[in-house]
């Protein structure tokens, strides 16, 4: 392992602990950017995921469009798009 980096000698334990809070930061900023940038299929898995809790608390909710026909139906048209 290259330790030139470092400009003072520092312990090999202090050493081990500031290797892996930079790997840290390196792995958080990676997970950030692969959370503000999904696939395709994380984006659809998602968004399947919100419509079925969307359904189930319109039907804990007891609130459903049955009493209104056309708004159910632009909701059924437009749903899976």
Known sequence: MDFSIFSVKMHPLLMDKHI???QYKQY???ARQ???NPTSAERKLWQSLRKKQLEQLRK???ETD???PKIQKVI???WDK
Do not use: G, H, P, V
């Open 60 to 62: 804990d909710l007891k």
């Open 20 to 22: 892996i809070q930079m």
């Open 28 to 30: 958080k900023e990676y």
């Open 34 to 36: 692969m959370r503000l």
């Open 66 to 68: 049955t009493d209104y």
């Open 76 to 78: 059924d048209e437009n």
